[in-house]
């Protein structure tokens, strides 16, 4: 039962509790979404990975995917399965909070690319023995496919794809998805240039979070990520402070400089 504990406990603590029992990895991390107001002016929306809505959402979804693997594998109908190997070397500690940007981004290095492929298997990072994906089929065609085939299933007719069609469609989808997600980043990237061109000469906060092979900072108020050549000195976790000195989004560049002394 996903009904709240006597000792206070709710749906999403439940959940997470019990993937992280078997192994599961989180890594809560912050997102800024820019928004483009009717005015023009771009305003940031900040969301937070530890809000209770967020969670809930989050583990209702990796929910249905697990509960979507299992039927397809117990029932022998071919999908499409994500997974996850482990890692090759011990993890990176956890972050310490949402705002731990170095630790963050040290866990993710630690663990190996996800797969896809039409055989279950264990999910290292959801902590879970299979998953597919099922919670967006409007917008993610393997996610269609796996109701197309619950769906089916349930109402005792053949799967509409085999193994063969499966693995075809998991190959240009994934291309595809991959295509979509650097587009999205580019266009918020792009947006939070845009933001930041009315601040050159201003001072902003950033955290060190990588130094070899080189220097590279997360801009606090943004989370932009960026190289900061002539960086020396600093250990991931360190906060300074950086002046902005140009700003081209169309170009796609920010030129950043440390403060003396700050």
Do not use: K
Request: aromatic share 4%; proline share 10%.
């Amino acid at each position: 039962s996903l009904r709240a504990s006597p000792g206070g406990g709710r749906p999403a603590a439940l959940l997470e509790g019990r993937r992280a029992a078997a192994g599961a990895v989180r890594i809560p991390a912050p997102e800024v979404e820019p928004r483009v107001l009717d005015d023009g002016r771009i305003a940031l929306v900040r969301i937070d990975p530890d809000s209770p809505s967020r969670r809930l959402v989050s583990e209702a979804m990796v929910l249905a995917g697990a509960v979507a693997a299992r039927f397809c594998a117990g029932r022998s109908v071919p999908a499409i399965y994500r997974r996850q190997p482990p890692p090759d070397r011990p993890l990176a500690a956890a972050a310490a909070s949402s705002e731990d940007f170095a630790a963050a981004r040290a866990l993710r290095r630690s663990l190996r690319r996800g797969e896809v492929g039409v055989s279950p298997g264990p999910h290292f990072a959801l902590g879970l023995p299979a998953y597919a994906q099922a919670t967006s089929p409007l917008r993610r065609f393997q996610d269609l496919v796996t109701h197309r085939q619950i769906v089916a299933a349930l109402a005792g007719l053949p799967p509409p794809y085999d193994l063969e069609s499966l693995r075809r469609i998991a190959a240009t989808t994934e291309a595809a998805e991959a295509d979509g997600r650097r587009a999205e980043r580019a266009a918020d990237r792009y947006w939070l240039l845009r933001y930041l061109e009315g601040s050159v000469g201003a001072e902003v906060d950033a955290v060190v979070v990588e130094v070899e092979p080189r220097p590279v900072v997360v801009l606090v108020e943004t989370l932009l990520e960026e190289p900061l050549a002539g960086l020396a000195g600093v250990r991931p976790g360190d906060r300074i402070r950086l002046r902005i000195e140009r700003v081209n989004p169309r170009a796609d560049r920010i030129a950043l400089r440390p403060v003396p002394g700050a």
